[in-house]
């Protein structure tokens, strides 16, 4: 419980301890019916009730009913006002701590936390950026003052400013394939740091900038010590989809595989065609790699999904055997499972991928937009 | 919009955020005469959503949204008391099915909707006539009283003072379409 009295304010950042401490939380939720339906904060301690702020101008009692004596309350919205105006009014009736959530859930779907994932061999280290409200997933290796960062959402700064803190120079910043679900942060963050983009060829299709091509065969290296990042060509969720390969024992999957789902393979409007190599890439190609990997994906779709501090990753072999996309022996089936059925495509799926291919360029405030609610990136989102 | 939509009030809650466009427009809808209709002009985006939720929940009727570059312009209706009201009623009436059917025989009629500006611009029956309510006083003689007259509103019940008023004024070929654009399931046409 917190200790404070009256109106507080709760950062993201605060939101995330709860959420990853596993910590009792009551949230009100003011905004609209829809807009809570389609996409809210999660956790596993986490009591959540809808009431419209619309539906409290007339005064709170419906909202006091509901508060639980001895947890927390937090009261949320779109951008935070409603939530201060609500939570003001919960305070004057009465009820001694209410906190209200900084900057609404714009605020929440923007904040990253981040992660160690684990050490290489020789000294450097993996992180992982937990985007906790959208469920998108981006690394840094750093080692030997150099660092890589792989799949970059569009808040730049906290790349760099991690960075600056760790003493690294960001040298090399990877997608492992054209983004539906996120606008990119990658070739921002190449410009900002001078560092170089790299992205599939054959996702890049329509792009109009430079990038170099991340090909199979063709490593990179971070730091005076060698770490080897290499790139295997794992097609299905898109047709140039490009998995990492860090220091012989991190495979980065991008959204081809999840810890308990797999990549969709309908966001570029090909389902059919990339079916088959949805398959191999799973079925096969992943087969003859190391059971010991760690795989680091680009994204979380459940909360069940965040382990110890938040972090997302599986042994591979632990993946061969409980994830369900893993699983379905039959080729029919699989395809049936992957092209039929499918959970609602992310908002604004199209927008983002011209966004992503530099085809538009929305303000920040339309990029917000665009990216509002849950990724769906995986067959079994739901 | 090819036409403006005539409203008889205007909320600028241009610049200001959630919560206050929709505690302006309660405040100010509370004030409006029913029946008529309030425009809020608004910059926040997330209001569109909102402005629909807060009429579901307390009765008024969200007409729709008209962008205008930065500005969002909601149109609601302040509902009243008298829309649920039984009077004595005007006794010829047709059902919106029947005048359909009338409709494609190509028959000759004239189809008079009397609701708002506003509510016309959004959703109508083609070639519909608008004289809304309060005008329909000054603006009577633009009908013919040769042609058979169908009077249309939202649910009914305004069509059928209309028609009562048109039968004072000695318009025999009258008849009251039920239950109004509720009861429409045929083609529409709007402004947009």
């Known amino acids: ?382 | 919009m090819a036409s403006q939509i005539h409203a008889n009030q205007i909320l600028d809650c241009k610049g200001l955020a959630c919560p206050m466009p929709i505690v302006k427009t309660k405040k100010a809808i509370q004030v409006l005469e029913a029946g008529h209709v309030l425009e809020v002009q608004a910059t926040d985006k997330g209001s569109t959503a909102d402005i629909q939720s807060w009429a579901k929940n307390t009765g008024h009727q969200y007409l729709g949204t008209v962008q205008e570059g930065d500005v969002l312009k909601h149109y609601l209706r302040k509902a009243g008391p008298h829309e649920a009201k039984e009077e004595a009623r005007y006794p010829h009436t047709i059902t919106a099915g029947e005048l359909m059917n009338k409709l494609e025989k190509g028959e000759r009629m004239t189809i008079l909707d009397v609701r708002e500006p506003a509510e016309y611009a959004f959703h109508r029956i083609p070639e519909a006539k608008s004289i809304p309510l309060g005008e329909l006083e000054d603006r009577a003689g633009e009908l013919d009283p040769a042609e058979e007259i169908y009077v249309v509103c939202r649910t009914g019940n305004r069509s059928d003072l209309a028609c009562r008023q048109l039968a004072g004024k000695g318009y025999r070929n009258v008849k009251n379409v039920l239950a109004g654009m509720a009861g429409w399931t045929g083609p529409t046409e709007s402004d947009e």
């Open chain 1, 1 to 382: 419980m917190s200790t404070k009295k009256g109106l507080q304010a709760m950062t993201a950042k605060q939101l995330t301890q709860y959420v990853l401490n596993k910590q009792e939380l009551f949230i009100l939720d003011v905004r609209n019916e829809s807009d809570f339906q389609d996409w809210k904060v999660e956790g596993e301690s986490i009591r959540i009730v809808n009431i419209p702020y619309f539906d409290l101008l007339d005064g709170v009692d419906a909202a006091m009913e509901q508060l639980p004596a001895d947890q927390d309350v937090l009261v949320v919205c779109a951008k935070e006002g409603s939530s201060k105006f609500v939570a003001e009014q919960l305070v004057e009736a009465g009820r001694e701590t209410v906190s209200y959530l900084e900057g609404g859930m714009k605020a929440w779907s923007e904040h990253l936390e981040p992660v160690e994932v684990g050490r290489m061999k020789d000294g450097g280290v993996i992180y992982q950026f937990v985007r906790i409200g959208k469920g998108c997933l981006s690394y840094m290796i750093v080692s030997g003052g150099e660092a890589v960062v792989v799949d970059a959402v569009r808040m730049v700064d906290v790349f760099e400013d991690f960075a600056r803190d760790k003493g690294v120079r960001i040298k090399h910043v990877l997608d492992t394939h054209l983004h539906a679900d996120h606008i990119s942060g990658g070739r921002k963050l190449a410009e900002r740091t001078g560092a170089v983009y790299w992205l599939p060829e054959k996702d890049a299709g329509e792009v109009v900038y430079a990038y170099q091509k991340l090909e199979e065969g063709h490593d990179l290296t971070v730091g005076k010590t060698t770490i080897r990042i290499q790139p295997l060509h794992s097609p299905g969720h898109t047709s140039g989809s490009t998995s990492i390969l860090v220091d012989d024992r991190y495979l980065l999957t991008g959204d081809i595989l999840f810890i308990e789902s797999i990549g969709r393979p309908d966001l570029a409007g090909m389902a059919e065609d990339w079916v088959g190599d949805l398959r191999h890439t799973l079925y096969a190609r992943y087969k003859e790699l190391s059971e010991e990997l760690i795989v680091l994906p680009a994204h979380f779709g459940k909360i069940t999904e965040l382990g110890e501090r938040g972090k997302v990753a599986a042994r591979l072999g632990d993946l061969y055997r409980f994830n369900p996309g893993l699983n379905i022996q039959d080729e029919a089936e699989f395809r049936t499972t992957v092209t039929e059925h499918l959970p609602q495509q992310p908002n604004a799926y199209q927008e983002i991928r011209q966004t992503n291919m530099g085809l538009l360029t929305p303000d920040e405030e339309e990029q917000r937009e665009m990216e509002i609610g849950p990724n769906r990136c995986a067959v079994h989102d739901k």
